[in-house]
């Protein structure tokens, strides 16, 4: 990992002409720090850092960059050289970036192309996003069943400058059907004259092409694979989805999450090259529809005014008791979208969810009722001290109940359950809060006089 001291070192050398000192760096650098120096630099300077590439380090580099980072150093390139970049990238990401150029780019570009990358392009391109063959690499290595394990190591080592990965090798018949993997290990640890169909493993896991990306690398986790084949409707391997594209995938899906559990829209890019714009409108709506929302806190608190001005300590307790409402909605929620999202959870297991949820939060209330019962008794007595006890054992409930409950409702009305958000949970079950408290005082208070 690169830092700011050593990219002002890298521009020093740049502005007095120490061009063999920066040849060196880049030279021995790994592509994903060389991607932080870049990243870290101004445009210009970026742009000049990556010319000093040779296109290959280019190709390799280029894949750690955020797709706005790409687009600004492929943009400052001709037509040649952009053309050479291409053929260096892997399938997946030289079809991602594809996606990005400018309309009159991507024309301008694909006469340039050689006729197996202009066809591998145009196919990879032309699925759905959203589907695993959008984000499936063409870049994969097959044999024969009828190979010796002697032929197919040779087969590999052929192979091997062209394909994202050897170590897991395809079999495949006469039609392209897949019919079993190899992986390296198993073939040179075969007898030299062994057949690859001895040693294969035959029906492979596998994903349908117009599956979701998240289908796919949940797959890759549960098999520990090293990559995932992709089939079409026929039956025939089209791709390969690689652990790390899996990996990329479960970050995407974490960070959409994540903003979504704050109430932010989904973000395109990284937030450091998001446009002020952007920032507001992602923000804006949920804070304002939020504002709505805890109007329903300060009718319940004006419904009890009078309770409140015979009754002063209890605007003491009031933050912790229905702060501890929206924790305790907050925590289930979360737990239960991620459960939701990574399939440990299914839509019929929700009545035993709800009794696990009512029995843990029943423990949790008492526990905390307990402790807040004393503050209570210090600061009004016994009367008091039974108000707060109560309304934490029910805020604690109802909010628990909240928070599980909700992510359920909007996964069986089709809405994604992450929109059960933190700050609409909290939202919520504040209010709900607010009036259990009230309503306990008034019944457990003397009236006024």
């Not at 026929?234 to 109430?263: R, Y």
């Not at 937030?271 to 920032?279: E, R, V, Y």
């Not at 605007?315 to 440990?344: E, H, I, K, Y």
Request: one cysteine or more; glycine letters at 6%.
């Amino acid at each position: 990992m690169s830092d700011g001291k050593e990219l002002q070192q890298l521009i020093e050398r740049s502005q007095a002409g120490d061009i063999q000192a920066m040849t060196d760096f880049f030279g021995n650098a790994h592509p994903a720090d060389i991607a932080d120096i870049i990243d870290l630099a101004e445009t210009e300077q970026a742009q000049q850092f990556f010319a000093m590439l040779d296109v290959e380090l280019q190709a390799e580099t280029i894949g750690y960059l955020e797709e706005a980072r790409q687009l600004q150093l492929v943009l400052g390139l001709s037509r040649r050289d952009l053309a050479r970049l291409f053929t260096e990238m892997n399938s997946d990401e030289r079809a991602d970036l594809y996606q990005e150029l400018p309309e009159g780019v991507q024309e301008s570009l694909m006469p340039a192309l050689a006729t197996a990358e202009r066809e591998d392009l145009r196919r990879l391109t032309s699925y759905p996003e959203g589907s695993v063959g959008s984000i499936m690499t063409s870049d994969y290595a097959t044999l024969h069943p009828s190979l010796s394990a002697k032929r197919a190591i040779e087969a590999l080592r052929a192979q091997a400058l062209d394909k994202e990965t050897i170590y897991v090798a395809y079999v495949l018949d006469e039609n392209r059907q897949l019919i079993g993997t190899v992986s390296l290990t198993e073939l040179v640890l075969a007898n030299a004259q062994t057949k690859v169909e001895q040693v294969m493993r035959p029906e492979p896991v596998w994903v349908s092409v117009d599956a979701s990306p998240s289908d796919a690398s949940r797959m890759v986790a549960d098999y520990d694979l090293l990559a995932l084949p992709v089939l079409d409707a026929n039956g025939m391997l089209v791709g390969i989805v690689t652990h790390d594209d899996a990996f990329d995938v479960q970050e995407e899906q974490a960070t959409e999450i994540m903003h979504k559990a704050s109430s932010v829209g989904a973000m395109v890019g990284s937030i450091k090259t998001a446009t002020f714009s952007m920032l507001y409108q992602k923000r804006i709506y949920w804070l304002v529809l939020l504002v709505f929302g805890n109007l329903l806190s300060g009718l319940g608190i004006a419904m009890f005014e009078d309770t409140i001005a015979a009754n002063v300590v209890l605007v003491f307790f009031l933050p912790l008791l229905v702060g501890s409402a929206g924790n305790a909605g907050s925590q289930a929620a979360t737990l239960m979208v991620r459960a939701l999202s990574t399939g440990d959870v299914e839509m019929r297991d929700w009545a035993s969810m709800l009794l696990k949820e009512v029995s843990v939060s029943l423990a949790l209330g008492i526990t905390m009722a307990l402790t807040v019962s004393m503050i209570g008794f210090w600061r009004g007595g016994v009367d008091i001290a039974m108000v707060v006890a109560l309304t934490m054992m029910l805020v604690v409930v109802v909010g628990s109940l909240i928070g599980m409950c909700l992510p359920f409702i909007l996964s069986k009305l089709n809405f994604d359950p992450a929109t059960a958000s933190g700050p609409l949970i909290t939202t919520i079950a504040d209010a709900a809060g607010v009036v259990i408290y009230f309503a306990i005082a008034v019944a457990i208070l003397p009236p006024l006089v």
